[in-house]
């Protein structure tokens, strides 16, 4: 399967804090454990590096993408790294029309119908419901509810393997998982474990 510059995985791996020479083993693990979308946060060590080399590794096979996208040139920069995914904790509709303009994938944080509005009216792909542990399932329902049909949401924020299951039982067309999955250091053999715990949890939920 080649994964292509719109295709939206329902899970993504957030690598903050990754460098560059740990990219390929954390890759390898990765997408053997079944994940096909990761972001490198800009907040990590030289991240654009990192971006680079996981692209490079990932073409064709992964949705390679930045996250904690601030600025139109930050989106610049990554996607000039290889991002086709970018990002963010909020809303910016500079930052989304300049990932838009540039063909990537855009998916900026929000947490309220306002926000989630202007986001989906500036021409996001998609919406990162950030934090989602402190808005709930309960909340992400009633936001839900008045979005137009088929808005891929994604919870962002305190999700671990118990809670992917409620999550997609809500309507969450996908999460992006950090800490849970990677921290600075672990190993591809532990990165992996979590990554198939992960997958296997997300497969098996009630749909």
Same mark, same amino acid.
């Given at each position: ?62 949705? +390679?993408?930045?996250?904690? #996208?601030? =600025? $139109?040139?930050?989106?610049?920069? %990554?996607?000039? /790294? !290889? *991002? ?20 990537? +994938?855009?998916?900026?944080? #929000?947490? =309220? $119908?306002?926000?989630?509005?202007? %986001?989906?009216? /500036? !021409? *996001? ?20 509810? +008045? ?17 992917? *299951? ?42």
């Amino acid at each position: 399967m080649t994964i292509g510059p719109y295709d939206l995985p329902p899970l993504i791996a957030i690598l903050r804090g990754i460098t560059a020479p740990e990219i390929d083993g954390i890759a390898d693990a990765l997408f053997e454990a079944g994940f096909r979308a990761a972001e490198v946060p800009l907040n990590s060590p030289d991240p654009l590096a990192s971006i680079a080399r996981l692209a490079d590794r990932m073409a064709g096979r992964m949705l +390679v993408g930045a996250g904690t #996208v601030l =600025t $139109p040139e930050a989106v610049t920069s %990554a996607h000039e /790294a !290889g *991002a086709r995914l970018i990002v963010s904790p909020n809303c910016d509709a500079a930052v989304i029309r300049r990932a838009r303009d540039l063909g990537t +994938v855009s998916l900026p944080g #929000v947490m =309220t $119908p306002t926000e989630a509005f202007l %986001a989906l009216k /500036a !021409g *996001a792909s998609g919406l990162k419901l950030y934090p989602a542990d402190v808005l709930g399932i309960s909340g992400f329902k009633a936001l839900s509810a +008045v979005l137009p049909l088929l808005t891929p949401v994604y919870a962002v924020g305190g999700i671990d393997v118990s809670r992917l *299951a409620g999550w997609r039982s809500a309507g969450a067309a996908g999460v992006g998982i950090g800490t849970r999955l990677y921290r600075p250091g672990d190993t591809p053999s532990v990165v992996s474990a979590r990554a198939q715990g992960l997958v296997a949890a997300w497969t098996a939920a009630v749909e």
